[in-house]
């Protein structure tokens, strides 16, 4: 199916906003790539992106519910563009909080995609449109099923880990210990906790407390782990 072009695609997210009593609101973000900034746009979704897994894979990072997190419907590249098709995980035995939190949806990187020469993303999910864009991946290549990290903006990123898809990591604390520094803490896993026996990747989008550079990397404790991590690089 050829793509839409944008001014289609945001007239349907409107007119699909306006019969919906549950749409994500928000604005319409631009800040995938380093140092971008959030625009105001009529689609009525943010988004925002990182790469991840050596630029294998991407972080797309929507606002909503932290309990109903997005997953991937369809993702095609399209004329260049990677066209991305989200939806909720709601349903009536999955009632929906009510805040609003940054989550992060891994989409595999689609045959055809250079890396290194950036993408620009449409995104729908539930009536809503955003679109934003990444610079090309300038970092080094990723050990398959080991964490990663990509920044989204200045102050955020999204973090790759791999484990059971039904116990992702929940973040206690990120702090900047210096702008090169960053210590995050994962929260201690109750020990009657009951986790599904699968490999998932899962993404946690991290918002960091004080000065940081984008040559920052992460030192990880908490979360069961026995010993702080080895540091990772944010790409």
Do not use: H
């Amino acid at each position: 199916m050829p793509r839409r072009p944008v001014s289609a695609l945001v007239g349907l997210a409107l007119a699909a906003l306006a019969l919906s009593g549950c749409a994500t609101g928000g604005v319409n973000g631009g800040a995938g790539g380093p140092g971008g900034d959030e625009q105001p746009g009529a689609g009525g979704l943010s988004v925002g992106a990182a790469w991840l897994a050596g630029g294998s894979m991407i972080a797309v990072v929507t606002e909503g519910s932290s309990t109903c997190t997005p997953s991937v419907e369809d993702a095609v590249l399209d004329e260049g563009v990677l066209v991305v098709t989200l939806t909720e995980d709601t349903g009536e035995d999955r009632p929906c909080t009510d805040d609003l939190v940054k989550r992060g949806t891994v989409v595999g990187v689609p045959e055809g995609v250079e890396p290194g020469t950036g993408i620009d993303i449409q995104v729908t999910m539930d009536g809503g449109f955003g679109e934003t864009s990444l610079e090309g991946y300038s970092g080094g290549a990723v050990d398959e099923y080991t964490p990663s990290a990509g920044w989204v903006d200045d102050q955020t990123f999204a973090m790759l880990t791999w484990g059971s898809s039904s116990c992702a990591p929940q973040v206690e604390s990120a702090t900047a210990a210096s702008p090169g520094a960053i210590e995050l803490t994962f929260v201690d896993p109750p020990a009657d906790q009951v986790c599904t026996m699968d490999m998932a990747p899962r993404v946690t989008v991290v918002t960091v407390d004080g000065e940081v550079s984008r040559d920052a990397a992460i030192t990880v404790s908490g979360g069961g782990a026995d010993r702080p991590s080895p540091s990772i690089p944010i790409d």
